[in-house]
């Protein structure tokens, strides 16, 4: 196997004549894409790299680049593939393994706060006496897997073990030990964005197929593909040697709904009004669910019969949840259910006085290792929606089609299992009581979805206008809460010194991926919630901003005093949107950037990744709509 790398790239490492691809070949893209900010030369960048592994046939290697390039070992609903070891055993391997004091390293830490530099610092001034095996894609990718792998009492010792021997072979002429290091943290700090990595990967695909120059409307539809395929199966081993084996075109009549795969949950657009509801769906049939406030549940039946329960992140939460397992497994065992995907949301449920209780309860419920007969806090699930049913994909049947499997073949078990209250009309004043119901009977309010027609299929992680959410409590505001990634914060004073008196938040630019700030927080905050907030975000203090963080480095009233690594998002509520002086969400549509006025703090959204955060697009949308409306 002779894997060649394209001119572009053949000044960062030498031609490899092997069948092994040295760990310092991805280490080197990793840089540049570290050091770019124009996210198209990143993706041109990444998708070269890409089809260079694909003209060496080298599909298993391309996984686990793939993997490697997003700082994970496997899809997100295989457990225990985590990254992101703790930083006393990260200093203590680069300590033992470079042989210098640990105080010496934490120093060092404290001074450039990113573990990578300094054991890339600590490689460079080691002595090497002779060179030792080069480090390549197929090792690091096991090692890697071990260390997240293994548990125990041992476990310590034997990942401190497998990193120094990745340390030792670390060639200090190359940025490897940067690299390995901030893996191991689970921070990879490229700011690169899996939507970004989809691109790539169309890109390579089409370029690698076609031997003529490439039509941009070629591209844009195989990334539609890609992007599809990857929200029904969420897994990119079974993409691309799925691509590879029958082509990129042809890649959605192989790549099928499987139960046991946690399909990437359909969302709704915010709506503030019934009549703005009224107006999207004029002269459509529509209808109305009660919009419960829980956790979205996805529970999937296997065809060997095994139950799995996925969270609105594709993580599986079948520990969390034996009781509802008990349930379905039930429902199983009653009828000739084979397989399927049932979209729920699970919802605390008061079993004295049958009603549902808030989501508040939901969350002291016990996350791991939960034991059936110790659970206080129960549960039932709502189901709004089937998208697999005995062997069949429904996700391009019509919502009334949908229903109609659902209504057939499941039965209500009060308390455990009901199917989400609806109501199918169009008549203005009906829908004010129905909303008004919702929320006496402990809802957030309204979801409304298109019936029927090919507009009312399920869409796989789309946020689709096709269904729209109604939540009662902030039709005063924007029409809906937002979920901002916290990235720095301000010292307390007063009453809140020693902790952070208040926080700066940012939207997420889908397009760039970057991090754009909205407003600085600092109201709705119990002083409990600003101590855990404290110790949860001290550790990832960071000593400058990321290169993909936006805001005003002109105004000094902009930077906050701490800047953070991008790991928590709060849902906040606002009185409204203004163009702002200071703040950048969608200043690249609109000049100035869009800010929240009067944010206040509601809770941690810790169901959501940073990629999920309300997107700069979502942002402008709010704002538009409000423009619409004054
Ligand atoms: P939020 O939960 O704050 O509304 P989100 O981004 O998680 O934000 P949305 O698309 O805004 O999700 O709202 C849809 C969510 O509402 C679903 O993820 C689900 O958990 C919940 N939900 C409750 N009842 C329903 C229902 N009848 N149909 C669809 N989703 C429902």
């Known amino acids: 196997e002779l894997i060649k790398l394209s001119k572009e790239h053949q000044h960062d490492k030498p031609v490899v004549v092997s069948s092994k691809i040295p760990y310092a070949t991805l280490t080197s893209i990793l840089e540049k894409i570290e050091n770019e900010s124009s996210r198209l030369k990143i993706i041109s960048i990444l998708s070269q790299f890409f089809e260079d592994i694909l003209s060496a046939s080298s599909i298993d290697k391309l996984i686990k680049i793939v993997y490697l390039v997003i700082n994970r070992l496997g899809p997100d609903y295989e457990p225990d593939l985590e990254l992101g070891l703790g930083e006393t055993l990260l200093i203590k391997a680069i300590s033992e393994g470079y042989g210098r004091a640990t105080s010496k390293i934490k120093s060092d830490y404290k001074e450039?706060?990113?573990?990578?530099?300094?054991?890339?610092k600590?490689?460079?001034?080691?002595?090497?006496?002779?060179?030792?095996?080069p480090l390549d894609i197929d090792t690091v990718f096991a090692n890697l897997t071990q260390i997240a792998r293994s548990t125990g009492k041992d476990s310590q010792s034997k990942k401190i073990g497998i990193i120094n021997k990745m340390l030792t072979a670390c060639d200090p002429k190359t940025n490897e030990a940067k690299f390995l290091i901030r893996s191991l943290e689970g921070k990879l700090r490229i700011g690169l964005a899996e939507?970004?990595?989809?691109?790539a990967l169309a890109q390579a695909f089409v370029n690698h197929e076609k031997k003529?120059?490439?039509?941009?409307?070629?591209?844009?539809?195989?990334?539609?593909?890609i992007r599809e395929a990857f929200s029904q199966i969420p897994n990119y081993e079974v993409i691309i040697k799925n691509a590879s084996e029958h082509?990129?075109?042809?890649?959605?009549?192989?790549?099928?709904?499987?139960?046991?795969?946690?399909?990437?949950?359909?969302?709704?657009k915010p709506t503030k009004s019934i009549g703005e509801v009224l107006d999207r769906f004029q002269h459509e049939e529509f209808t109305c669910e009660y919009k419960y406030d829980g956790e979205r549940a996805q529970v999937h039946v296997l065809p060997d019969a095994s139950v799995r329960i996925y969270s609105r992140n594709s993580e599986d939460m079948s520990q969390r949840y034996p009781d509802l397992i008990s349930i379905i497994t039930e429902f199983s065992k009653q009828q000739e259910l084979h397989s399927m995907i049932l979209d729920c949301e699970?919802?605390?449920w008061d079993r004295v006085q049958n009603k549902i209780l808030p989501f508040q309860v939901l969350s002291t419920r016990k996350r791991k290792d939960v034991n059936e007969?110790?659970?206080t806090v129960h549960i039932c699930l709502f189901a709004f929606d089937l998208i697999y049913y005995n062997g069949e994909s429904l996700i391009t049947k019509s919502l009334a089609e949908r229903r109609e499997v659902l209504y057939n073949n499941f039965t209500t078990i009060e308390g455990k299992f009901q199917f989400a209250t609806k109501k199918d009309s169009s008549n203005l004043d009906e829908l004010q009581l129905f909303l008004d119901q919702s929320v006496k009977d402990s809802c957030e309010g309204l979801m409304v979805k298109m019936l029927n027609g090919t507009e009312s299929f399920y869409e796989p992680s789309k946020r689709s206008r096709n269904w729209l959410k109604l939540?009662?409590?902030?039709?005063?505001?924007?029409?809906?809460?937002?979920?901002?990634?916290?990235?720095?914060?301000?010292?307390?004073r007063g009453k809140r010194t020693g902790t952070y008196g208040g926080f700066l938040l940012a939207s997420y630019n889908q397009d760039s991926g970057e991090l754009e700030t909205t407003c600085k927080i600092g109201t709705g905050f119990s002083d409990e919630d600003l101590t855990n907030l404290y110790n949860k975000l001290h550790p990832t203090e960071i000593p400058n901003p990321r290169p993909h963080f936006v805001y005003d480095s002109t105004n000094s009233n902009a930077a906050p005093d701490v800047w953070f690594e991008p790991s928590l998002l709060f849902e906040v509520l606002t009185a409204d949107l203004s163009l702002s002086p200071i703040y950048k969400a969608a200043h690249t549509e609109y000049g100035k950037g869009i800010s929240l006025r009067f944010p206040r703090f509601l809770r941690i959204r810790d169901d959501k990744g940073i990629e999920d955060a309300t997107s700069s697009t979502e942002v402008a949308e709010f704002y538009e709509r409000q423009a619409h409306v004054n």
């Open 112 to 120: 450039v706060g990113d573990l990578g530099l300094v054991a890339q």
């Open 195 to 199: 939507k970004t990595v989809l691109i």
């Open 471 to 492: 939540k009662k409590d902030y039709l005063a505001g924007v029409g809906d809460s937002l979920d901002l990634v916290v990235i720095g914060a301000y010292n307390g």
């Open 247 to 268: 082509g990129v075109f042809n890649l959605l009549d192989h790549v099928r709904l499987t139960p046991g795969i946690p399909v990437k949950p359909m969302l709704a």
């Open 212 to 225: 003529h120059k490439v039509h941009a409307d070629e591209l844009s539809k195989a990334e539609d593909i």
């Open 122 to 133: 600590s490689r460079s001034g080691q002595p090497t006496m002779f060179k030792p095996q």
């Open 346 to 348: 699970a919802v605390a």
């Open 373 to 375: 007969k110790d659970i």
